[in-house]
């Protein structure tokens, strides 16, 4: 049970997911400006992501838990770390704070606050990196919590980091981000028709790590019955 109330802890969602948004798309704003090699832009989007990521989930992470994704949200709601009514609350925060960052990132770089993107991101083979990236963002919380949970907000940055390189769709990986992007004509924009199957993607993936990674972390009969011996 975190120590702080539901208002601080939606403000925290917000927040972080605000500032991960403006990032993510600034990032990529000012990669564009610069170069016009995409490769490097891609590079110039991907180092702050990962960066910010490490920042934020530090910092608030003892707030709220520090999800900034829905599909995140959704993994503790089933876990029942979260209530329904919690989950609900996370979600619109998140979707707002990643709508905020999108105009506080145009706004940066004297852009319309809002603008639709037309960059197409969609069939099968998106979708399927977008189940992947989501899949391993969960497996990396899930993981990292059970063995080692100093270290989460480095391996939550270091695998988002990696994923906008070897999937297809550079690891959106969330829901609340993927609309904000929707809402951005510029290098990491995604059109919001295209949303439907990035969202389906990403919490289909998500649940498969959730269900997966709970067998596979699951302590054995002998090692809960060690433990139980050991307690005075």
Not at 10 to 35: D, N, R
Not at 149 to 163: D, E, M, Q
Request: net charge positive; hydrophobic share 55%; aromatic share 8%.
């Amino acid at each position: 049970m975190s120590e702080f109330d539901l208002p601080r802890r939606l403000a925290a969602e917000a927040l972080g997911t605000a500032l991960l948004v403006a990032t993510v798309v600034g990032s990529g704003i000012m990669a564009e400006t610069l170069t016009k090699d995409v490769a490097l832009a891609l590079l110039g989007n991907t180092l702050p992501t990962g960066a910010i990521l490490v920042v934020l989930i530090t910092i608030l992470g003892p707030i709220s838990g520090a999800h900034f994704n829905p599909a995140v949200s959704l993994v503790f709601a089933l876990r029942r770390e979260l209530t329904p009514r919690e989950a609900l609350f996370y979600v619109a925060a998140q979707i707002a704070g990643g709508i905020a960052g999108t105009m506080l990132a145009h706004a940066m770089f004297a852009l319309p606050l809002l603008d639709a993107s037309l960059k197409m991101r969609t069939g099968g083979a998106q979708w399927l990196a977008e189940a992947v990236a989501a899949f391993g963002l969960v497996a990396t919380i899930l993981a990292g919590i059970r063995f080692n949970r100093a270290a989460v907000p480095w391996l939550v940055g270091l695998y988002i980091t990696a994923a906008y390189w070897f999937t297809a769709s550079t690891s959106f990986a969330n829901p609340a981000v993927a609309i904000a992007r929707s809402l951005t004509n510029t290098f990491s924009g995604i059109r919001p028709t295209d949303l439907p199957g990035f969202i389906a993607a990403e919490t289909c993936g998500a649940i498969i790590a959730l269900i997966l990674m709970s067998w596979l972390l699951r302590e054995s009969d002998k090692a809960r019955a060690v433990l139980k011996e050991a307690r005075p």
